[in-house]
Every structure is written in C-alpha cells, then in structure tokens.
C-alpha cells in the first residue's frame, strides 16, 4: 500500500508507533445488498469499495492519530492523543457478524470528530486508542474538565 510510504515520512523519531488500521470489506460476504451490487455492476463495486477502505489508513502513535486518505491525492490530518475526549465503538448487526465497527473518536482538537469505519477488531483497537490516550494526557498533565449543564 501506498501510504507507507507517507507514514514513514509523518513519523517523527520521539514518536513510537503503535498500530496502522485500515477498513475491510469482511462484511461484504455478509451482505446480501452488496452481493447484489457487485454482481450487477460486474464486480466495479466491490473493488472501489475495497480500494475506499484500504486507501484509508488510521496510524496510532504515542503522541497522535493520523489519518491518511485518498487513492490518487492524498489528505492527512491528525489529532494529537492528549486532546481526545471521548471514544465510541458502534457494530450492525452485519458488522457483529463480521468483526467489524466504526469507532467514533471526540477531540478538542480543530478535527473534533474522527470517524474510523469497518475497522477490523474495534473494540481492541478502541482499547489501545484509549491507553494511548490516557498515557499521553498524563504525560502532558492534561486534564477534562467537564461541564455540569
């Protein structure tokens, strides 16, 4: 894949990498619509999908998650771990079936809503998106403070 190549240039020495995630189509077997579309579209559907989801790529290190997109141009955007507020793991029942999730990641961060969709594993990779996390506000004396209201 293509955004190694990124990835090896964004990484700074301090950083330790952790993960690089990207989107499966695993659920396709398990959905009759998509079955559906591929047959009819003559297999065109399930190969953008599949070059959708792996052209995404989620790279978790010990200070931020950067997020890597695009097949032919390329977009990067990052948020850095000790801005992350809240996370959340979301499965159909296709995607139970499949071990797949969306994991919703909140910030303070000018990207405030990160959404990783058909994540292989979600509830593993939202744990250790959560350490990080947690290790990176101690790290920087972060604290939350939460509204009562």
Do not use: C
């Not at 964004?10 to 077997?29: H, L, P, Q, R, Y």
């Not at 591929?38 to 953008?48: N, S």
């Not at 850095?80 to 995607?95: G, P, Y």
């Amino acid at each position: 894949m293509n955004n190694y190549r990124i990835i090896s240039n964004i990484i700074n020495s301090d950083e330790e990498f952790i993960w690089n995630v990207t989107g499966s189509i695993a659920d396709v077997k398990y959905n009759p619509f998509y079955l559906i579309l591929t047959v009819v579209t003559l297999g065109i559907f399930l190969i953008a999908l599949y070059y959708k989801r792996i052209y995404t790529s989620y790279v978790l290190t010990n200070q931020r998650l950067i997020v890597i997109s695009g097949i032919f141009s390329k977009a990067v955007d990052e948020v850095e771990l000790f801005r992350i507020v809240d996370t959340k793991t979301e499965q159909s029942m296709i995607d139970v079936w499949a071990d797949l999730g969306r994991i919703y990641i909140h910030s303070s961060d000018q990207t405030s809503r990160v959404v990783m969709d058909k994540i292989p594993n979600p509830h593993r990779v939202r744990d250790t998106l959560r350490q990080q996390y947690v290790m990176a506000r101690q790290k920087k004396g972060t604290v939350i403070l939460e509204s009562l209201a």
